[in-house]
């Protein structure tokens, strides 16, 4: 807004530079750099700081969407309280994706191949479960393991091109995939037993 009207600015577009900016001040003088900012904005905004960080806007429209209380489509969180929101989130526990996603072959079972699947934690947050998920070229992605644990056993039909991604969640928010990709192995049957 601009002497009482609209300067056709809004959106991303308005509020991105805005974010660079304070996330920059924010990190010339702070510490410790604040790392995810994505993830820390969201755990707050679900937090009880969402008052104190955020200026709710809730009338208004963009045309298809009303605005409303909390997140909505024309207004997203609304606008921040940059000082409130920087005390909250910096240091507060952000969370990386997983690293070192691997798939080891082990054997063949039934004409189909297993895979031991394992992952590490990312360097950033602590991660209470992980949701992996398999795909045959692009026939959608099936679900294989939901817990704590960073392993998995998993059986797949060979020759095919699979991948494999894996995120983490703190228990608020997921983070991004990790993924590889690979061709299952044939699998060899045993040799027949000699009569």
């Known amino acids: 807004m601009s002497n009482g009207g609209n300067n056709g600015n809004g959106g991303t ?3 991105a530079p805005q974010l660079a900016e304070l996330f920059a001040v924010q ?7 604040l790392g995810q900012a994505n993830s820390a904005i969201y755990i707050d905004a ?17 045309g298809a969407f009303s605005a409303g209380v909390g997140w909505d489509h024309p207004t997203g969180w609304g606008s921040i309280n940059a000082t409130n929101l920087l005390t909250h989130i910096e240091g507060s526990s952000t969370l990386s994706p997983p690293i070192n996603l ?6 063949c079972i039934n004409k189909r191949d297993t895979y031991f699947i394992s992952w ?20 959608g992605w099936t679900v294989f ?26 228990g608020s928010i997921w983070t991004s995939y990790t993924s590889i990709e690979f061709p299952s192995s044939p699998c060899v049957p045993p040799p027949s037993p000699s009569g």
Do not use: M
């Open 13 to 15: 577009s308005f509020v």
């Open 120 to 139: 590490q934690a990312g360097p950033v947050g602590n991660a209470a479960a992980y949701d992996a998920e398999y795909e045959y070229g692009a026939g």
């Open 46 to 62: 679900n937090s009880s700081h969402y008052s104190t960080d955020f200026h709710d806007i809730t009338s208004g429209n963009n």
């Open 27 to 33: 990190a010339s003088l702070a510490s410790a750099p």
């Open 145 to 170: 393991k939901y817990g704590a644990s960073p392993t998995a056993n998993l059986t797949l039909l060979p020759n095919e091109s699979v991948s494999i991604r894996v995120r983490a969640t703190n």
């Open 102 to 107: 691997t798939a080891e072959y082990t054997n």
